[in-house]
């Protein structure tokens, strides 16, 4: 693994770089120096990394990308996205749904390539936006853009970042604080600035605050904004605002550079399905190498000092990656495809998972459990050697691979709206409360990540209630026991170990008494109990969301008959554990999960303009005439 030191470098801060619409992008220039800090003579090959999030970040940027790389002999630009930092192009800025986003990587690849230090090679790197604005370079295509390494980056808004099974995630509520607080529109602007920071500082009553109209919430004080807030919201029929290549990358994939890329996620980050998908269809069509890296990570702890666990979950040493695994593996992917090493990189497997599952179970001395797990590898996502499995539900609230023959037998709540099944932890990202300042401190010495809690624990928690879960209404009872509005579906204590590995998929026959409902679907790997874990460990592994008036799909809404027997279909994002002997298989039906989701109303009434809140009595059905049934991936 190459040293870290901090190497002699050249900066050039705020270079204002031309785009073609004559707009300047204001960028920094990190530059292999001699002892007295003037530039080395040579070319180089370039990283480039492009952001929403303040390019001259020490801990996201400058350290782990700016000094590394340089150290290692490259050349390092960092910039600032259009309308965004010391950027021009005020107003321009619409979160993620930029029309110039591929535009503006285009001409900034194509800018370094021209450099007299620039050895014509230019690779990309960053996570989450930063992902995003690799892949819109890509659709572009510039010629001397020659390598990527994309990291938990969404490619379909409207599927799993924004409008989950029709549904509004409201981690994008949350996400949209955050490049409201400094955005350019607002620098200067005291009460406005003040009146982001304490809808920020109060987001878990915010959030309580439906429907959204506008000038109701905070984010009106960036105009700009809160027009992407009233599309996530009440967008939910994928329209011509979806379809944009900036929101959408799914529909440009076969525009995509044949550029050797590495795409990288972790199970607990929101993103799972996005990432794998998009290494699908780029290995499939693209005739250079391409690489899909999913650890048991959420949308943060593969990056950063690097950790074992995630939530309270610890998955072993083999677990923990941070800023230097990473870049050990960047700088060999980089320096095979910018610099041209013979290091043989190519010939290595093209697909890296982490199985989760097959530790002890005990607690660990952070009071964690154990879970651990192993990396493998393959050349195929799913793997080659998985096959479907079905479980069907049955009326003896059982999972059974035989389908059931007797008559239908169904199993009914009531989904109440102003009461909703509380979210104890979830794959998001974004959804950050914030500290209060104390009026003694400076606020200038805080830094504004330093002050954020997550509002949602991002990363998989034993499911049961406790004083920081939003909606509580006891403390230290299972979610799945106390509530007579999740139907839990749980298997016979496990006989022989199960690899399951791959994509998730939930059929369910229902009827409401609502024209409009919600159904969610959860997959858990229940634990025995023990005496450190008296009720067991109930391991959440991935869950999802359908509303009912999109059972057949995005294009328009079809509301139900009262009564009527519908078949609605969840997909959950995709997942690789170890379920081990005596442990259960369990799912987990209701109809909310807030505040991951926004709540139905069961009204019918128009997507975030609804005028009350209505009980809904909802009801799951099976047997041999409703075969409701979950379909996993295994490799027995």
């Known amino acids: 693994m190459s040293k870290q030191e901090t190497p002699n470098i050249n900066i050039s801060k705020n270079i204002m770089i031309h785009m073609r619409d004559g707009i300047k992008l204001a960028t920094d220039i990190y530059r292999p120096a001699d002892i007295n800090g003037n530039p080395k003579e040579g070319k180089y090959p370039a990283i480039l990394g492009r952001t929403s999030y303040d390019k001259a ?23 600032d996205i259009r309308g965004r930092g010391d950027s021009e192009g005020k107003g321009d800025y619409y979160h993620t749904a930029n029309k110039k986003e591929g535009i503006d990587g285009y001409d900034t690849v194509q800018w370094i390539a021209s450099q007299n230090w620039s050895n014509g090679n230019v690779g990309m790197v960053g996570a989450s936006h930063g992902g995003i604005v690799q892949n819109m370079a890509s659709i572009y295509r510039p010629p001397n853009l020659k390598a990527l ?10 599927k799993w970042e924004a409008r989950q099974g029709g549904t509004m995630a409201l981690q994008m509520y949350g996400a949209l604080y955050l490049h409201g607080y400094d955005s350019q529109e607002i620098i200067g602007d005291e009460e406005a600035i003040e009146i982001i920071e304490n809808g920020a500082i109060n987001l878990d009553k915010e959030i309580l605050k439906t429907p959204f109209y506008e000038g109701s919430t905070p984010i009106r004080v960036v105009p700009n904004l809160e027009k992407v807030l009233m599309h996530y919201y009440r967008d939910g029929i994928y329209n011509d605002w979806w379809g944009q290549e900036s929101l959408d990358q799914t529909n440009h994939f076969n525009k995509m550079a044949d550029i050797p890329s590495v795409y990288s996620t972790g199970w607990y980050d929101p993103f799972t399905a996005d990432v794998s998908e998009q290494f699908v269809q780029m290995q499939k069509k693209n005739s250079t190498p391409q690489r899909l890296i999913i650890g048991p990570w959420n949308h943060v702890t593969m990056r950063g000092k690097g950790f074992s666990s995630t939530g309270e979950v610890d998955f072993g040493s083999e677990a923990k990656w941070g800023d230097d695994v990473l870049n050990y593996h960047r700088l060999n992917w980089f320096d095979r495809w910018l610099k041209g090493t013979e290091n043989k990189i190519e010939y290595e497997d093209s697909v890296r998972i982490f199985l989760m599952g097959g530790g002890d179970g005990r607690k660990t001395k952070e009071g964690n459990i154990y879970h651990g797990g192993k990396w493998k590898t393959g050349n195929s996502w799913p793997p080659s ?12 609230q059982y999972l059974d691979l035989r389908e059931e023959k007797k008559e239908s037998s169904s199993f009914s709540w009531v989904h109440d709206p102003n009461r909703p099944i509380p979210t104890i932890s979830a794959n998001v990202t974004g959804f950050y409360k914030w500290l209060k300042i104390p009026k003694e401190m400076d606020a200038s010495y805080v ?43 749980r298997t016979n204590p496990i006989e022989e170990n199960i690899e399951v590995i791959g994509p998730v998929n939930v059929t369910l026959y229902i009827s409401s008494s609502a024209v409009d409902t919600d159904f969610t679907a959860k997959l858990l790997d229940i634990y025995p109990k023990s005496n450190e874990f008296p009720q067991g460990f109930h391991l959440p592994l991935a869950d999802s969301i359908i509303r009912t008036r999109f059972r057949n799909g995005f294009t328009s809404e079809e509301f139900m008959i009262p009564g009527e027997v519908y078949q609605v279909r969840i997909e959950l994002p995709p997942i690789a554990n170890l379920f081990l002997k005596g442990h259960i298989l369990s799912l987990e039906i209701a109809s909310s999960n807030f505040p991951r989701f926004d709540v139905n109303p069961n009204t019918g009434e128009p997507l975030g303009r609804h005028t009350k809140n209505i009980k809904a009595k909802n009801t799951i059905f099976v047997g041999e005439n409703y075969p409701s049934k979950i379909e996993i991936m295994t490799t027995s």
């Open 447 to 489: 830094p504004q990540r330093a002050r954020m809690v997550s509002l949602i624990p991002d990363g998989p928690l034993h499911q049961k209630e406790r004083k920081t879960t939003i909606g509580v209404d006891c403390n230290n009872l299972l979610l799945s026991c106390q509530r007579k509005d999740v139907i839990s579906f």
């Open 57 to 79: 970040n020490p801990v996201i940027w400058v350290k782990p990308v700016a000094e590394f790389f340089v150290s290692n002999g490259y050349v390092v630009i960092l910039q």
């Open 149 to 158: 390494w994309v990291d938990v980056a969404p490619t379909n808004a409207f």
């Open 385 to 396: 050697d998985v096959n479907i499995k079905t479980l069907f539900l049955k009326s003896d």
